[in-house]
């Protein structure tokens, strides 16, 4: 089983910067694949950034230049830094994990791609 516990949410102002963690137990091979996805109100859950254990990076269209998504292999750990904060990066992101690879395939940002998920962990940008 995985777990998966996020941290580091919380409000900043339009063009703040905020970085997210997210804690990871289990498998390495249940979670070869780690991604970070959002929800915003009224809105369905969109993917953000993936990672390949090998590094292999893929990131939706909105926040290419903006975020970065890595991840700690020693201390178990992802993260995605934020940067240039919008009032649209608005909402509750979600930690997220899958046991295949993603290849760096834009097709694996869809939520339903993923096994484990994290409680989620709110960012407000206000103008």
């Known amino acids: 089983q995985v777990q998966l516990v996020e941290s580091g949410g919380g409000s900043v102002q339009a063009g703040g910067s905020l970085r997210l963690s997210c804690a990871a137990s289990g498998y390495t091979y249940m979670r070869r694949c780690m991604g970070w996805f959002r929800q915003a109100p009224g809105k369905e859950r969109e993917g953000v950034a993936i990672i390949d254990l090998d590094g292999t990076t893929t990131y939706t269209d909105s926040v290419k230049g903006r975020f970065t998504i890595s991840e700690d292999n020693a201390k178990n750990t992802l993260y995605l830094q934020m940067s240039n904060l919008k009032p649209e990066d608005t909402a509750v992101y979600y930690c997220?994990?899958?046991?295949?690879?993603?290849?760096?395939?834009?097709?694996?940002?869809?939520?339903?791609?993923?096994?484990?998920w994290g409680q989620g962990i709110q960012v407000t940008v206000s103008s």
């Open positions: 997220a994990a899958r046991p295949l690879y993603c290849s760096g395939a834009k097709y694996y940002l869809r939520p339903t791609e993923f096994r484990y």
